[in-house]
């Protein structure tokens, strides 16, 4: 079992800045994606930005130029980087991540885990 420990919500003023972490523990042997969503009230969960394995980024139009994914590798996190903030921002913001796990010394098997979600609130 993976499991992905959020943190680095809150509430902000309309274009202060947030950055979330979201960290991956348990057997893994490799990670495909990092991916994080949100989910804001009465609405579906949304892609907000993805890093892939091979280090290709994808953002949704409406964070493009305000938001920013990265990774630290070593330590199985990702991080969203959130500047210029915007009330429609507000959101609870999930991390999911895409990989492979140690099931026994010579057996793997795909995951796919979500994290507990973090509220993200803009306003004055």
């Known amino acids: 079992q993976v499991d992905l420990v959020e943190s680095g919500g809150g509430l902000v003023e309309p274009g202060g800045s947030l950055t979330l972490s979201c960290s991956a523990h348990g057997p893994i042997s490799d990670i495909y994606t990092m991916s994080w969503y949100r989910q804001g009230l009465g609405n579906q969960r949304e892609l907000v930005a993805s890093h892939t394995g091979a280090g290709t980024l994808n953002y949704a139009d409406s964070v493009k130029g305000r938001f920013t994914i990265s990774k630290d590798a070593p330590k199985n996190t990702v991080y969203l980087q959130m500047n210029n903030l915007e009330p429609d921002d507000t959101a609870v913001y999930y991390c999911?991540?895409?990989?492979?796990?140690?099931?026994?010394?010579?057996?793997?098997?795909?995951?796919?885990?979500w994290g507990q979600g973090t509220q993200v609130t803009v306003s004055s």
């Open positions: 999911k991540v895409e990989g492979e796990m140690v099931v026994t010394a010579t057996a793997r098997a795909d995951f796919v885990s």
